[in-house]
Structure formats: structure tokens, C-alpha cells
């Protein structure tokens, strides 16, 4: 007999029991399968002890105690729960909020901190740029260029201070950007904050031309001069319009690159740099004029000066009281004298490190070979600007 | 003496529960109870462990009922079957307990003593209770509940297939597996005799 047969028969037999049957009965009608039906009848009559056990009363109303409880404590953290949504939504607000306080804080101080040559650094040229988007009309403006460009010149001195002079581009270029808006804003200002602006920027020009100095890498060794140039060009742009032709002085010009119609206040000054020796030699004339510093003598030259605004004692901006221009051949064997100019830019006797040497200094000596471009001694490459 | 229990009255039972109805929860209890308490001592052989557990599966109910999705084709199997697995996990946490718990003498066990008027009698009955929740712990999970729909319960083929979603020929040859396990399991009364 195979087994789904035998399946059938014991349920048949187990319903029969179920209706009062014999388990005796029940085999009897079966007896080829007697056998087999014994022990599984035998174990369905054991298995019918599990109906004596009922769940007793006691039990029911126990659980049916607990049951309330647990019902009513469901209820009423539902009911607290209805209080929860608001508070909880402000508490993940709050949460959410601080970490986005803690990432700004976070973008910021790294903003803050880079430095030239860093991932943020452009971030922060840019963000530094906002004194100059908030400042209204062009005085504040050209001043909060100003500023910014004083900034960027610091960027290239640390640059420049550190080992590796590793020069980032973006310094540079937003130093002329920042040197060049100033000089633009400057044509409609007053004369006098022409005249700052101009002297600002002659003197960022002169100490971008010393970093360039100081620079031992071929790449800032091309890049700061052309910087200084273009910074040059802007304070020259920048400076009050010539006075009146009959300031004009008769002697001859000073220089062979000046031309007429670059002012005669201009007192022009020939960039020198360390490698050209004896500083009594002209300097080549390639360079426009107006790039050279304003307040510098010549390269040496001691000859009066021609300049047709050039008053020996006087203090003005640009004026160099002897200063003759960068190609003259002058006797005086002097690096970058500059007698009695106290112009902002020309301080004659100052205290400075600088390379240059103050007519009573020791830079004198026509054999000192000053690295100073321009004409202030109290300039040293670390004195700041 | 089984009561089958309708489709309409979990319908309207489930999402009274839901709402945090306690009369629905101790209707619902009132149903299922005797069929979990059956479930649970085939498993436990402990008739107090039973009644503690039974109402436990109810507290998880309780706890649980607002995420329990009614199937609407079948609602009286689908809550029975979602009874039956709350049960199951419950007294497989209960054996798993148990097997860490250190052996316990028979004197601390004294109170289910003193409730039988024949001392004799009740151990030999406990013992036998004992002795075929051991077998049944053994089944596969579909053998053993219809080990208890029939046998606990008392229902006919018919009504345990209905109870448990299945055919009647599956009721029987589930029934026929069961009982041959068990006696290869356990021998039989007359056999050990």
C-alpha cells in the first residue's frame, strides 16, 4: 500500500474514533493495514491529552488585566506622542542648523587661513573682494581696491619669505586687477586723492619690483617685474594731471625716456637691479619712463635735476629734488642718493634696512652693490608697505 | 466545542484595535486566546508557562497591531497566522532562555505541586504533557499546528484546512507525517508498555 492510501484510511479511521468509534472497530476494518494503523492511532489518542488542558479563567482575567494596562499605557504615549511632532521637527531643525553652522564655520576659518597655492585661496581672493563691492562711490572704492591689493602684495611677500617662493597666479593677478581698478577710479577723484592713490601704488610697484628681486625662481623672477611694471603703469595713470607748462624747467630732460607728454612732474627713475654692477652705469632705456620709481635719483647720478617741478627741498610725491633720470651720466658715483627728498616714498635718511643708501650711509660708496631698485632706503625688503 | 471564528468579526475587531479600541484588544484576546494557549503549552509542556506566554503574545499584539496590514481575502487566517508567529518567536525565546537558565530542583517547583489533589496523577500527566512537547518541538512548524488544530483544538479536516489556508488532502498528509514522526519520535504508549 503506498502511502497516500494509508493517509486516507487514518484520516478515515480518525474521524471515525472522532464519532465514537473503537480504535479496535476501526482496526478490524482494516487488518492488512492493522500493522501500521496501530502506533498512529495509538499516538492520535495521546495527542487528544493536550484538549484537557484548558487556559483557566484565572489566566483569562489575568491577562486580560494586563492587556488594559498595556492598552492604556499605548494610549497615552500616543497621546503624548501628539505633543512630539513639533518638538521633534525643531529639534532635527536645530540639529540641522548646527551642522550647517559647523560647516560654514569650518569653510570659513579654512578660507581664512589658506594661503597662496591652497585650494581655497581662490575663494578667499574673491570673498576678500566684497569692501570693494560694499563701498559706495568711486573715493571708497578706489580705497578698498587699494586695500585689496595691499592684501594680495602681503600674499606675495609670504610667498616670497618662504622657502620654496612658490608663486600663485592668482595673487598677481588679482594685485594688478586690484592696483588697476584703483587707478581707474582715481581719474574722477580730487587731486589730492589722486596723489595718495598714485603714491599708494608707486609704492606697492616698488615693492613688488623688491620681492621680484628677492626671487630665486625663474617663474616669479619674470612675473614680479612685469607686475611691478603694470602696477608702475596704474600709479602713473593714477597721478593729478601736469601743471601748467611755465613750471616747465629749461634745463634739458633728464632722461631719454621721457617724452613730453608724460608730464614734467615726473621725476623719472630707473629701475636698477642688483646684477648691474657698477651703479654709476646708465641704465638701458627700454623701459618706459614712467615706469621708473618716482622718487629715485638715477643710477648714481648726482647731476641737478631738470625736471621742470622738481624742488630740491620739496616734499611732494614724485618730486626728487636731484634726481636726474635713469640714463644720465652724472659724475656722482652714488647707488640711489637721494639728498634731501622727503616725499612719502623718499626717505632720505631712514632708519630702514634697505639696501639703498642714504647719502651719509654706506650705500654710498659707489661700490655697494644695492639691490634697491627704487629710491627709499628706509624700504627694506621686510619693512612692510 | 470549536468555535470558528468569522471573517466579519476580525474585520471590525483589527481596526478597532488599531484605533486603541481596550474592548476590541479583550475581544480579540477572548477569540485567539485558547487557540495560542494550546499552540504555546504543545510547545512549552508547561501549562503555566503557556498561560504566561499566551498573554504575552497578546501584550506584542497590543504593541504591534497599528503596523499589522489585514489580508482582506482571508482576515481571520491572516491575523491567526500572524498570532501563531508572534507565539513562535515568543517560546523559541523561552527555550532559548530556558537552555541558559541553570536546572531548577523540583522543590523550587513545589506551587504547581500543591494544585493537583493527586500529587501522582498531575506529575504523571505533566510528565506525558512533557514528553509530547518534546515530540511536537521536533515537526516541522506546518506539521505541528495541525498536530494541535486537531488534537488541541478538535477540528475537523476541513476546518483546520480553512484555519490554516490549506487544502483538506494537505491537512491529511500533514497529519499522516506528523503522527509517523512522532511515534518514530516517542514509540507509543503501548509500545513503551
Known amino acids: ?385 | 466545542m470549536f468555535a470558528a471564528i468569522e471573517d466579519a468579526q476580525v474585520l471590525s475587531l483589527i481596526p478597532a484595535c488599531q484605533r486603541g479600541d481596550a474592548g476590541a484588544v479583550a475581544r480579540l484576546y477572548d477569540l485567539y486566546a485558547g487557540r495560542i494557549y494550546h499552540y504555546v503549552l504543545a510547545r512549552t509542556g508547561d501549562p503555566h508557562t503557556a498561560e504566561d506566554l499566551t498573554a504575552d503574545v497578546f501584550l506584542r499584539v497590543v504593541q504591534h497591531v497599528q503596523r499589522f496590514k489585514l489580508d482582506a481575502s482571508r482576515p481571520a487566517s491572516s491575523v491567526s497566522a500572524w498570532l501563531y508567529r508572534i507565539a513562535a518567536n515568543l517560546v523559541a525565546d523561552y527555550h532559548r532562555a530556558r537552555r541558559r537558565r541553570p536546572l531548577v530542583s523540583i522543590d523550587e517547583e513545589a506551587p504547581f505541586a500543591f494544585e493537583a489533589p493527586d500529587p501522582c496523577q498531575q506529575a504523571e500527566r505533566r510528565e506525558a504533557l512533557e514528553r509530547l512537547s518534546g515530540g511536537l518541538e521536533k515537526l516541522t512548524e506546518d506539521q505541528r499546528l495541525v498536530v494541535i488544530c486537531k488534537y488541541g483544538e478538535g477540528m475537523s479536516n476541513a476546518q483546520a484546512a480553512a484555519w490554516l489556508g490549506k487544502t483538506e488532502g494537505a491537512i491529511e498528509a500533514l497529519q499522516h507525517r506528523a503522527l509517523r514522526t512522532l511515534c518514530r519520535l516517542l514509540g507509543t504508549r503501548h509500545g513503551r508498555e
Open chain 1, 1 to 385: 500500500m503506498n502511502d497516500k492510501e494509508l493517509t486516507h484510511i487514518l484520516g478515515h479511521c480518525l474521524d471515525q474514533i472522532a464519532s465514537g468509534k473503537t480504535v479496535s472497530a476501526c482496526l478490524a476494518e482494516h487488518p492488512e493495514d492493522a500493522a501500521e494503523l496501530a502506533p498512529l492511532l495509538a499516538m492520535a489518542g495521546e495527542l487528544g491529552a493536550l484538549r484537557d488542558y484548558r487556559l483557566s479563567e484565572a489566566a483569562r482575567q489575568r491577562a486580560r488585566v494586563r492587556l488594559l494596562r498595556a492598552e492604556a499605557d499605548r494610549n497615552n504615549q500616543g497621546a503624548a506622542r501628539g505633543w512630539q511632532p513639533g518638538a521633534f521637527a525643531a529639534s532635527r531643525l536645530a540639529a540641522g542648523l548646527i551642522v550647517v553652522l559647523f560647516c560654514v564655520l569650518l569653510t570659513t576659518g579654512m578660507v581664512a587661513a589658506s594661503q597662496p597655492g591652497d585650494l581655497a585661496y581662490g575663494v578667499r581672493v574673491v570673498v576678500e573682494r566684497a569692501p570693494a563691492w560694499l563701498a559706495r562711490g568711486p573715493a571708497s572704492r578706489a580705497r578698498a581696491e587699494l586695500g585689496i591689493a595691499a592684501r594680495r602684495l602681503a600674499d606675495l611677500d609670504r610667498t616670497m619669505s618662504s622657502q620654496e617662493q612658490h608663486l600663485d597666479q592668482r595673487t598677481v593677478a588679482a594685485l594688478l586687477a586690484s592696483a588697476e581698478r584703483a587707478a581707474a577710479l582715481a581719474a574722477s577723484l580730487p587731486v589730492a586723492e589722486q596723489a595718495e592713490i598714485s603714491a599708494r601704488l608707486a609704492e606697492q610697484a616698488r615693492r613688488i619690483a623688491q620681492l621680484g628681486q628677492l626671487s630665486r625662481s625663474i617663474q616669479s623672477g619674470a612675473a614680479l617685474p612685469a607686475a611691478a611694471e603694470r602696477v608702475q603703469r596704474a600709479a602713473e595713470h593714477a597721478r593729478p594731471p601736469t601743471p601748467p607748462p611755465d613750471a616747465q624747467p629749461a634745463g634739458p630732460a633728464a632722461g631719454p625716456t621721457r617724452t613730453p607728454a608724460q608730464g614734467a612732474h615726473r621725476t623719472p627713475t630707473a629701475e636698477r637691479t642688483p646684477a648691474s654692477g657698477s651703479h654709476a652705469t646708465q641704465q638701458p632705456t627700454s623701459r618706459p619712463a614712467h615706469i621708473a620709481t618716482p622718487l629715485g635719483p638715477g643710477p648714481g647720478a648726482t647731476a641737478p635735476h631738470p625736471g621742470p617741478s622738481v624742488t630740491p627741498a620739496g616734499p611732494g610725491p614724485s618730486a626728487t629734488p636731484q634726481g636726474p633720470g635713469p640714463s644720465a651720466t652724472a659724475p656722482h658715483p652714488g647707488p640711489s642718493v637721494t639728498p634731501a627728498g622727503p616725499g612719502p616714498s623718499a626717505t632720505p635718511q631712514g632708519p630702514g634696512p634697505g639696501p639703498e643708501a642714504t647719502p651719509a650711509g654706506p650705500r654710498s660708496d659707489p661700490t655697494s652693490p644695492g639691490p634697491g631698485a627704487g629710491s627709499d632706503p628706509g624700504e627694506g625688503p621686510g619693512s612692510g608697505h
